[in-house]
Structures are given as C-alpha cells and as structure tokens.
C-alpha cells in the first residue's frame, strides 16, 4: 500500500543552523508530494509540494525535491528560525481520480532554541 | 483569510457515549474530509465528502462513524459509540473544486475514558 516515512523526533537546534527533515515514501503510480506544518495550536498548513519527478517545492525558505530514484522527499532549510518551531508532517497524494486523500507520516516535531 | 474552523477543541467522554465532532469549512469549498492522529501516530485519512454524500473511507470509518452536512456550514463526524482506541486529534479538512490543496482546521482532540 501507500505510505510515508519520516524522521523520528524530536528534533532541537540552535538558530541559524542547517534542518533536514527526512521523508521516503512508498506507493503505486506517480504521487504527488507535500510537507505541511502545524504551528501550536493551528490546523496544518501547507507548506511545499512537488507534483513530479526532480521537482523542487521552496516557500519560507524550505526546500523539498522530489527524488524518484530514491522516492524521498526530504525538507531542508538552510538557517532555522525560533519561529520555526512547529511539527512537520510528509505527505503523498496519488494522482488520478478526484479525492485527493492525503497519506501523511508520524510528524517531526521541530524546537528551535535562541 | 478564510479558514477552517472546528468545535470543540478538546472533548471528554465515557466509553460507549455518543459524540459529535463539528467542523465549519471553508465556504465555497466542495470537498470535505476528516482526518484522525491517535498519539504517536500517523495522521489517517478516514473518510472523504463531496455532493452530500460520501466518495471514499478508509477501514477505519467503520459503521460506528457516520458523517453529515446538516445544513450549507457545517461538516460533522459523529462516533455512535466510543471505545478506549477511539481517543485521538480529529482534523476536518475542505478544498475547493479546481485545485488539489485542502485546507485544515486545528483539530479535536477526543479523549475517550
């Protein structure tokens, strides 16, 4: 069947440095690929996608590229903020049909320190 | 912005009691789901909501779940009877008719005692 994996939290760093979240993923076509967030107390949030193959999803300054070869879809961000701090789910959606259900993962929780 | 918007944001009951969980979507979306995450893991699609009834659910919207749009606002997943395994964050989500993305509300979290 379809699903998500990703890296296991919680994870804790400084300000300014480097996040990699990671995320594989398994499933039959050609999904599509997302990373949502959840700031505390807030619903999720769109993030980035990617829709196919080499794509790269970038907002906020968080970049994601769709890995075929590898069928990862790992986030990045150069240079974390405290405001940051939130938890970040993976995500597919196979393409066809209309549904657009999402498959997530278990979520990465992101604290930032000053 | 428009937003989606659930009550309550936290829900206490018994074993066996009936629950309504609600959720108010964005207005001119046509889509609509409910999401659940038991702690520690992963956020499951339950089921899916379009033209009044339902298109898709997963194994586990069993018959004790049911969902209804009772008027033109709001979005409802109703748990006839709750068990232990039914405590969890309920996410309502919407779209709209062009476009993939869905949009979230902050969740409920259901604890069943």
């Known amino acids: 069947g379809n699903s998500v994996t990703q890296m296991e939290g919680p994870v804790t760093l400084s300000e300014e440095a480097f996040l990699t979240i990671n995320c594989t993923y398994t499933?039959?076509?050609?999904?599509?690929l997302f990373w949502y967030v959840q700031y505390p107390g807030e619903g999720l949030q769109l993030l980035l996608k990617?829709?196919?193959?080499?794509d790269k999803g970038s907002n906020k300054g968080f970049e994601a590229t769709y890995r075929k070869e590898t069928t990862s879809f790992h986030l990045e961000k150069g240079s974390v903020q405290v405001s940051d701090s939130a938890v970040y789910f993976c995500?597919?959606?196979?393409?066809?049909?209309?549904?657009?259900?999402?498959?997530f993962g278990k979520g990465t929780l992101l604290t930032v320190n000053p | 912005e428009p937003e989606v918007t659930q009550t309550p944001s936290h829900q206490v009951t018994q074993m066996g009691q009936e629950v309504i969980l609600r959720c108010v979507p964005i207005?001119?979306?046509?889509?609509f789901y409910w999401y659940r995450q038991i702690l520690g893991q992963k956020v499951e699609f339950l089921v899916s909501?379009?033209?009044?009834?339902?298109?898709?659910k997963s194994e586990i919207f069993d018959d004790q779940f049911s969902v209804e749009r009772p008027d033109g606002s709001n979005f409802t997943l109703k748990i006839r009877s709750t068990k232990l395994e039914d405590s969890a964050m309920y996410f309502c989500?919407?779209?709209?008719?062009?476009?993939?993305?869905?949009?979230f509300g902050p969740g409920t979290r259901l604890t069943v005692t």
């Open positions: 990617a829709t196919k193959a080499d």
């Open positions: 989500a919407s779209r709209g008719l062009t476009g993939g993305e869905q949009y």
């Open positions: 995500a597919l959606k196979l393409s066809g049909g209309s549904n657009y259900k999402l498959t």
């Open positions: 909501f379009y033209n009044n009834e339902i298109s898709e």
């Open positions: 499933a039959t076509g050609y999904p599509s």
């Open positions: 207005s001119n979306h046509l889509y």
